[in-house]
């Protein structure tokens, strides 16, 4: 045990240190593995043999495709359609970013791809219509994590994997709480600016012209709406496997992408193939090396000594999830989700275990907790990263920021973890979970 906090304690270091998550980890689990006495040269093929699964392939096809998807014009249209149905009002576009994140997450399953496609868009333009800048950037920040928690969330099916869990049920544990998440934001969105008076609204228009441009930009965003119609419809119609559904959903993002928005090129084409290898492989080699780690954790029987250590502390249910969720929240601050999501599962499965919790309801109690680590200083991969497309220095956007997660995130972490029902509903509607 001494020796795996003091190989984490080095991997924490050399995060803080800027050093790449994927060789911080390599660095802790070879340290890790050799001090601890287990055979590398067992580690390194069952690394291997899990990184090559065929549950993992989805992951790759899922980022291939929200990439074409983005560079074919998707994220525009969806902009569009959203602004017809409550850009309108005042505070609207900030519920244009809220609803649209929401959306290009059941696409992309990424939160950077998020910001990367929604951010560069609505960022300026809501500084252009008045919003305050800091509010914007914060809006685009907070709504970036909804991606993690509307399927198909890329952290989801590592962690389903990590934890030998239905890959299909971890989806949908985060569903209610992600649509919950993004009606809180929108609304909060609005009371936050009610007092300020620099937002331009666009003139209103009557029933008549307003259902003619609803109509419009519904039949524009129709291709890209029912990517994820498509994407969930396989799934738990069960005539595929999510694996499956991400080659659907790379064959459909290809003739939407050039032949019906027409964004894509043969350029942008091979540009998305090498940004996807790029950002594939960098969550590979995270995953490989984590993967070795879990295994020799598992030899060395650390998640049970882990499990016992937090029994001991009490044997209130309470106040163990209350501990879990704080602990949760640090990893979310330090490493990015999926990286979070494999220690998650490795680390608490066992103490879920012990204390009755549906793992189901774990992969919901995770996957908001990441998401309000990843954008919680100091760390705050998600938050900096909204900062980096706005160029605000943190001062500019701290405050507002820390509205949404104290008045939106906070209370909906602590709802997912003490309402299993919440997050267990739709896994036990469509797939008959126990």
């Known amino acids: 045990m001494t020796i ?24 802790g689990a070879l340290i890790f593995g050799l001090a601890s006495g287990s055979d590398v040269s067992f580690l390194l093929p069952y690394a291997y043999q899990t ?11 899922f980022v291939l495709a929200g990439t074409l998807m983005a ?53 300026p333009r809501m500084v252009r219509e008045g919003y305050p800048a800091g509010h914007a950037t914060a809006l685009v920040a907070c709504s970036s994590v909804l991606a993690l928690m509307i399927p198909p969330s890329i952290p989801m099916i590592v962690f389903a994997i990590t934890g030998g869990l239905s890959v299909g049920a971890a989806f949908l544990s985060t569903l209610v709480p992600g649509l919950l998440l993004a009606l809180i934001y929108v609304v909060l969105n609005f009371v936050f600016l009610r007092n300020v008076d620099t937002i331009k609204v666009e003139e209103k228009l009557d029933f008549q012209q307003s259902v003619q441009n609803i109509g419009r930009s519904g039949l524009k965003a129709f291709w890209a709406l029912l990517m994820p119609v498509l994407i969930l419809g396989v799934i738990y119609s069960g005539i595929a496997t999510p694996t499956e559904a991400a080659a659907i959903a790379l064959v459909y993002a290809i003739p939407v992408g050039f032949f019906i928005y027409k964004g894509l090129t043969v350029r942008s084409f091979a540009t998305s193939f090498v940004r996807s290898a790029i ?12 993967f070795m780690m879990s295994r020799a954790m598992i030899l060395q029987q650390i998640p049970k000594e882990v499990a016992e250590a937090m029994l001991s502390l009490s044997d209130n249910k309470i106040v163990i999830l209350l501990l879990i969720n704080v602990v949760l929240l640090f990893i979310g601050m330090i490493v990015d989700d999926i990286s979070g ?31 309000l680590g990843n954008v919680s200083p100091p760390c705050a991969p998600m938050l900096y990263m909204a900062g980096g497309v706005s160029k605000l220095t943190l001062d500019k956007y701290i405050k507002p920021t820390m509205k949404f997660l104290i008045f939106g995130h906070l209370p909906m972490t602590m709802i997912v973890t003490f309402c299993p029902d919440l997050s267990l509903w739709l896994p036990r509607l469509l797939m008959g979970i126990q």
């Open 4 to 27: 795996f906090f003091l190989s984490m304690a080095l991997v924490v270091i050399l995060l803080l240190a800027e050093m790449p998550i994927a060789l911080a980890f390599g660095t």
């Open 51 to 61: 990184t090559s699964s065929f549950a993992l392939l989805a992951l790759p096809l």
């Open 71 to 123: 560079e074919g014009g998707i994220s525009e249209r969806l902009l569009n359609f959203v602004n017809s149905l409550v850009g309108r009002v005042k505070g609207g576009l900030g519920a244009v970013t809220v609803i649209t994140c929401a959306l290009f997450g059941a696409i992309s399953g990424s939160s950077s791809a998020a910001i990367a496609a929604i951010g560069q868009i609505m960022i």
């Open 279 to 290: 950002t594939t492989g960098s969550i590979i080699s995270v995953l490989f090396f984590l």
């Open 341 to 371: 999501s494999v220690l998650a599962a490795i680390i608490f499965l066992p103490v879920i275990n012990h204390l009755g919790v549906h793992p189901i309801h774990f992969a919901a109690i995770v996957g908001t907790n990441l998401g």
